[in-house]
């Protein structure tokens, strides 16, 4: 008996879901393990789309190969934007009434002392737990901003017109915006109390 991919992923959602919470480490701090196992089920979909399997062992062998691309995968980004957070911190700083969200209105300097780069660090964690709170499609739309993903990608992934991801892409970046600010605030009266 021979089955596909679409026919074999309901039955090892389980197996799939401990694999995660197994292997996935510290990226279950920024992703929930149910979010990563519907991106891993997107992926084998994608990719397997053509594939049959004689038993459930040589799938779940499969499966995992996928799943642990996946997680490589989410892994190097979550570290480079870790590495790398002004891209996101500059969707904090950009004016509402300009075209492009990572518009900054006015340069950094170049130059930053111990007391700059510290608050720099902690804009940074302020940001990547404001991306924490967007719901999940909020979350990929600013990320893939973040990381230049091209908006028609975006669409395509999520199964919605160019104009329709756009328009969400724009209110994700208004939620994100509207969250970082809440927690700016929280921080604020926290130091002042």
Not at 102 to 130: F, I, M
Request: charged share 30%; proline share 5%.
């Amino acid at each position: 008996m021979t089955a596909g991919v679409r026919d074999l992923l309901p039955a090892t959602h389980e197996d799939l879901l401990r694999y995660v919470r197994r292997n996935a480490g510290r990226l279950l701090r920024r992703e929930s393990a149910e979010d990563l196992v519907q991106a891993i089920h997107a992926r084998a979909l994608e990719h397997g789309e053509d594939c049959t399997f004689v038993a459930r062992e040589p799938f779940l062998a499969w499966l995992y190969k996928v799943a642990a691309s996946h997680l490589a995968d989410r892994h190097s980004y979550w570290g480079a934007l870790r590495r790398s957070p002004d891209r996101l911190l500059r969707l904090t700083r950009a004016g509402s009434d300009t075209l492009d969200p990572l518009a900054v209105p006015e340069p950094a300097t170049p130059a930053a002392g111990p007391g700059t780069r510290a608050g720099h660090e902690e804009d940074s964690r302020r940001a990547a737990r404001a991306l924490a709170l967007l719901l999940p499609r909020d979350r990929v739309l600013v990320e893939g901003l973040v990381a230049d993903v091209p908006l028609e990608e975006q669409a395509r992934t999520l199964g919605i017109s160019y104009t329709a991801a756009r328009q969400s892409r724009h209110r994700a970046v208004a939620r994100f915006r509207t969250a970082y600010a809440a927690l700016l605030r929280r921080d604020r009266s926290a130091t002042t109390d």
